[in-house]
Antibody, heavy 116, light 109 residues
Framework: EVQLVQSGAEVKKPGESLKISCKGS????????IGWVRQMPGKGLEWMGI????????RYSPSFQGQVTISADKSISTAYLQWSSLKASDTAMYYC?????????WGQGTLVTVSS | QAVVTQEPSLTVSPGGTVTLTCGSS?????????PYWFQQKPGQAPRTLIYDTSNKHSWTPARFSGSLLGGKAALTLSGAQPEDEAEYYCLLSYSGAVVFGGGTKLTVL
C-alpha cells in the first residue's frame, strides 16, 4: 500500500527556519516524482514544486522559486520542504503528493503556523 | 504561467448528473496535459479521483468519470449522492510545470 506520512504541525515565529518532511512507503521511492502543495486558510490548492528522488531533479513553480527549497533523502525515502526565514504569509497547510504513473497519492498534510 | 479555469460553483440534485470542466489559457486541453481531478471535503486532505484524463483509483466511486470534452478536461458525476458535496480541483501538466485550477464548489441540493 502506497503511503505518504508527513511530519507534525509546527508553530514558528517570523524569521525562523523550518524543514518539514514526507516519508514514502509501499513503492519504489526513487522512481516517482513527489510534489509539494500549499493551501492557505480558506483558499485553493497551489502547486509549489516537485522533485524526482532518483536523481534529485527539482522544479519549482515561478511563484515559489527562491522562497522554499525542496530536497529528498532517498536513503530514508523522505522528501523535504524547507524555509530559511518564515513569514506570517507562510501560514498554511502543506501537502506532499506522489505523482503518476499509477495515480496521485497524498500525504495527510502538515499545518504550519507562523505568528509572533 | 498558464491559467487553469474551473466553474467556481455548481449545484446538482441528488441522483442527478453534473459535469465539471477544466480549461487552459494556452488552448485546448489534451491527454498530453495528463489531467487530474481531486476531491476535497472540509478539514480533509484532497484525494485523487481521476488521473491521466480518465483513469480511476481503486477508491474512486463508479459514478465519477473523466474525459476530454470540447477542448477541456471534464469530470462527470452521474447519480450524485449527498456525500459528493465537496470542492473539486483539476490539475494540468505543462512540460514540467504543474498548475491547479481554482476549484469548483459542488453543492448537492
Amino acid at each position: 500500500e502506497v503511503q505518504l506520512v508527513q511530519s507534525g504541525a509546527e508553530v514558528k515565529k517570523p524569521g525562523e527556519s523550518l524543514k518539514i518532511s514526507c516519508k514514502g512507503s509501499g513503492y519504489s521511492f526513487t522512481s516517482y516524482w513527489i510534489g509539494w502543495v500549499r493551501q492557505m486558510p480558506g483558499k485553493g490548492l497551489e502547486w509549489m514544486g516537485i522533485i524526482y528522488p532518483g536523481d534529485s531533479d527539482t522544479r519549482y513553480s515561478p511563484s515559489f522559486q527562491g522562497q522554499v527549497t525542496i530536497s529528498a533523502d532517498k536513503s530514508i525515502s523522505t522528501a523535504y520542504l524547507q524555509w530559511s526565514s518564515l513569514k506570517a504569509s507562510d501560514t498554511a497547510m502543506y501537502y506532499c503528493v506522489r505523482h503518476s504513473p499509477g495515480g496521485a497519492y497524498w500525504g495527510q498534510g502538515t499545518l504550519v503556523t507562523v505568528s509572533s | 504561467q498558464a491559467v487553469v479555469t474551473q466553474e467556481p460553483s455548481l449545484t446538482v440534485s441528488p441522483g442527478g448528473t453534473v459535469t465539471l470542466t477544466c480549461g487552459s489559457s494556452t488552448g485546448a486541453v489534451t491527454s498530453g496535459h495528463y489531467p487530474y481531478w481531486f476531491q476535497q471535503k472540509p478539514g480533509q486532505a484532497p484525494r485523487t479521483l481521476i488521473y491521466d484524463t480518465s483513469n480511476k483509483h481503486s477508491w474512486t466511486p463508479a459514478r465519477f468519470s473523466g474525459s476530454l470534452l470540447g477542448g477541456k478536461a471534464a469530470l462527470t458525476l452521474s447519480g450524485a449522492q449527498p456525500e459528493d458535496e465537496a470542492e473539486y480541483y483539476c490539475l494540468l501538466s505543462y512540460s514540467g510545470a504543474v498548475v491547479f485550477g481554482g476549484g469548483t464548489k459542488l453543492t448537492v441540493l
